[in-house]
């Protein structure tokens, strides 16, 4: 049993022994990941029995060797091999599209050659003309100059001289006439050359794969499978809010991209959340051994070389994870989400970028104008609202409207299921905001007290010009103490509603109703207290 396996593997690993069989193979299925693609061709022939080596031409030189699978069907596969630099020579089959295309061309191409070369005909008899005309011109004058017969001269000269001028003007409106509708000829070869050039695809450099198979004497199919880095797909979103009503649509799409050196044609198209061309494992910390020396021992190894070569191993393991996209799908650890689309896609490389409707789900809205007097000077329309999808909202850019107009563009951060989202519609020109420091005194207390104090009187101002009421919130800050000896107090008119929301220290939420023509105003007193001697660094 040995034996025969190891003839086998000898036969099968000697592709220079066996019948070369040259077969395309088409791109069928593509799962595409945040960052790069896997690719699968297949290739179906009726394989004879015994050894061959199987070529399969047009392989982008992109794709990365090491990833290369092969599997058959009726066929036993062997050595396989990927030829770039020096690839047989590749004959791929054109589509009937394809031979479609340059049929039409090569037709435009002699259309418009004839009918410029019966404008150029035509021109040419005018030319002709014209030198007849000159030619009778310097004849008459060199005859009358002789003393011959004037009036026969005269005559003859005249009327050939009638016939050539006859002629050029006959010429001139038939190459005029001729010349009719050249130009949407040549737009016509222009669109066909140009829709030649789209089916051509991508004039990247090919290579071939070469594969020693043992036949079975029946049809055989051939998978192979590939990875390549140059794809990528990422979310995005439309976010529709029809305000009066608190109702938010959520419509989900995926933006696919690929330059890989082909074009995909019909294939069957996955997008996966998986990275398998970044890192799989988690880094990987080396121990730390610190010693004692004396300080000039310190400063010399402090300036040696092995103070380089551990900065730069530091740098590397920090360095260790693989580059992923600005668009990649981070923090769904664990678990990997695969949209299977249900029709077949072309996706043209170097030259598309696919959107593709997911789905869409409608969800409830609390709509509120939020103002921020300390930043803005008018309220912005804000839409609260649970993620009630049933599946994370991924990272991705985002377009919004209100009320079916867009009002700007972002990007959604990842929302688990159930999870709040804050979702931001566009300024609110009619609420105006203002935020005025009428009262602000810093200075000694006084030689008792050994301290420094400052005090800052801010009054809020939210005024509703629209003819309508609106919710409102308003949010402001005041500092946040780090230091035993720096005291803060702070107190307002009105109370906020809430401090510290979602654990962000210092900042305060009024929420009111703000109705319309009016204004409310929020009075912020804040106090600072420090130890005489010290100096206040930071803050507004």
């Not at 896997?38 to 199987?54: I, K, Q, S, W, Y």
């Not at 664990?334 to 299977?340: A, F, I």
Request: proline share 6%.
């Amino acid at each position: 049993m040995r034996r025969l396996l190891f003839s086998t593997a000898i036969l099968l690993a000697s592709p220079a022994l066996a019948e070369r069989i040259e077969t395309t193979a088409r791109v069928t299925d593509v799962t595409v990941y945040p960052w790069g693609a896997g690719v699968t061709r297949e290739a179906a022939l009726d394989l004879p029995a015994g050894a061959h080596e199987l070529v399969i031409p047009g392989i982008p030189q992109g794709i990365d060797p090491a990833s290369l699978r092969i599997v058959a069907q009726g066929a036993v596969i062997g050595a396989t091999g990927f030829q770039q630099e020096r690839a047989l020579p590749q004959a791929p089959a054109k589509s009937p599209q394809l031979r479609a295309a340059e049929d039409e061309v090569r037709r435009l191409q002699a259309t418009l050659g004839e009918r410029d070369a019966g404008v150029a005909e035509i021109k040419a008899r005018a030319e002709a003309a014209k030198d007849t005309i000159a030619f009778l011109m310097n004849l008459a004058e060199s005859d009358l100059a002789g003393g011959g017969d004037i009036a026969t001269l005269t005559r003859t000269v005249a009327e050939q001289l009638l016939q050539a001028r006859q002629t050029a003007i006959r010429a001139g409106l038939e190459a005029a006439a001729a010349d009719v509708g050249r130009e949407d000829l040549a737009e016509e070869l222009a669109r066909a050359e140009a829709r030649l050039e789209a089916l051509r695809g991508p004039q990247s450099e090919r290579g071939a794969l070469v594969v020693a198979v043992q036949g079975q004497g029946q049809p055989a199919r051939i998978r192979i499978t590939s990875l390549t880095d140059q794809a990528r797909w990422e979310p995005v979103y439309d976010l529709s809010l029809q305000r009066r009503e608190g109702r938010l649509r959520l419509d989900r799409g995926l933006l696919v991209r690929q330059d890989s050196g082909e074009d995909w044609q019909d294939v069957h198209l996955l997008l996966s959340t998986a990275r398998p061309m970044g890192q799989s494992a988690p880094s990987e910390l080396q121990p730390d051994f610190p010693r004692l020396g004396d300080a000039e021992a310190k400063h010399y190894r402090r300036s040696a070389q092995p103070l380089v070569a551990e900065a730069a191993m530091d740098a590397a393991e920090r360095a260790a994870p693989a580059p992923v996209a600005a668009s990649a799908l981070v923090g769904l650890v664990g678990e990997t989400v695969v949209y299977d689309y249900p029709t077949p896609v072309t996706l043209r490389g170097g030259a598309d970028a696919l959107r593709l409707p997911l789905d869409s789900h409608e969800m409830t809205a609390k709509v509120v104008a939020e103002a921020v007097p300390r930043r803005d000077d008018s309220a912005y329309l804000v839409a609260d609202t649970v993620n009630t999808t049933g599946a994370a909202i991924l990272p991705g850019d985002a377009t919004f409207y209100a009320d079916g107009a867009m009002v700007g563009r972002g990007a959604l951060e990842r929302t688990a299921p159930g999870d709040d989202m804050k979702l931001g519609f566009g300024p609110l020109s009619g609420i105006t905001l203002e935020r005025r420091v009428p009262d602000e005194i810093e200075g000694d207390r006084g030689l008792i007290a050994k301290s420094s104090e400052r005090r800052e009187t801010a009054i809020l101002t939210v005024r509703n010009l629209t003819d309508e009421d609106w919710p409102l919130r308003v949010i402001d800050r005041v500092p946040v103490s780090t230091q035993k000896d720096l005291r803060i107090d702070w107190s307002a008119d009105p109370d906020p509603a809430e401090t510290d929301p979602d654990g962000k220290r210092g900042l305060l939420v009024w929420n009111a109703t703000i109705p319309a023509k009016e204004e409310r105003a929020i009075t912020l007193t804040t106090t600072l207290r420090w130890p005489e001697g010290q100096v206040l660094i930071g803050g507004d």
